[in-house]
């Protein structure tokens, strides 16, 4: 138990529709991060919220929209997804103050398959 | 930019043998450096970490230190286990990068019996 929930685990669903996922900390940190992890390649930082305020979009189309209404949740909200969108997506947290040496802790993932 | 750099893998080993998985760095300041690892089916996890030159992390039966002037965080292991196969990486933090975590690309190990 990492205390960083993600829901769904598995996920398949068409280019065309409209999905969300799920995550949700249980350590009182104040920031919430999204990643995906393809295959053979390392892994991509998407978006930063730190306590509630995106902070950072690394360059993500906007078929991915994320959204945090407070410092326990964090949404990823997909519409019209490519094929080569496939992959791991991965929610992270950490406590942002004072030291760089906080870990990031990370849940199990959404594995995400696009027909 | 900050920059994390694996040995490549795949690594197999037998149950009993000692691992040594590389990993240096390009970063601007003093980062601090981390192993993490993921078993099949799940996230990351935190493995151990070092947060200023010369320090060791250990967990686990894993070491690592941190090595300033080669710019570099070796994950070393004196007898692994079956229950070790996984993939590692080896990413780090430092204050020039907006605090950000960059990893590595990951090191696949399969231990076998």
């Known amino acids: 138990e990492t205390g960083v929930t993600q829901t769904p685990r598995h996920l398949v669903m068409g280019m065309t529709n409209k999905k969300s996922l799920k995550c949700e900390q249980h350590l009182g940190h104040n920031a919430m991060y999204w990643y995906k992890q393809s295959a053979k390649k390392p892994l991509e930082l998407m978006f930063v919220?730190?306590?509630?305020?995106?902070?950072e979009n690394n360059s993500v189309p906007s078929r991915f929209s994320p959204e945090c209404p407070n410092s326990s949740h964090l949404f990823l909200h997909l519409h019209t997804l490519q094929p080569e969108d496939s992959a791991l997506y991965l929610c992270a947290s950490s406590q942002e103050e004072g030291e760089i040496g906080r870990p990031q802790h990370f849940g199990d993932g959404t594995r995400l398959s696009i027909l | 930019g900050d920059s994390v750099t694996q040995m490549e893998g795949p690594v197999t080993l037998s149950e009993e043998a000692c691992l040594t998985i590389n990993c240096t760095y390009t970063a601007t300041g003093y980062p601090s450096l981390f192993w993490y690892v993921q078993y099949p089916g799940e996230g990351l996890q935190l493995l151990l970490k070092a947060t200023k030159a010369d320090d060791k992390g250990s967990n686990k039966g894993f070491e690592a230190t941190y090595r300033k002037e080669t710019t570099s965080f070796h994950l070393e292991k004196g007898s692994v286990q079956v229950s070790d196969s996984a993939v590692y990486f080896c990413?780090?933090?430092?204050?020039?990068?907006?605090?950000?975590?960059?990893f590595g690309s990951g090191t696949q190990l399969t231990v076998l019996p």
């Open positions: 919220y730190n306590f509630k305020e995106q902070t």
């Open positions: 990413a780090l933090r430092s204050p020039g990068s907006a605090r950000q975590l960059t």
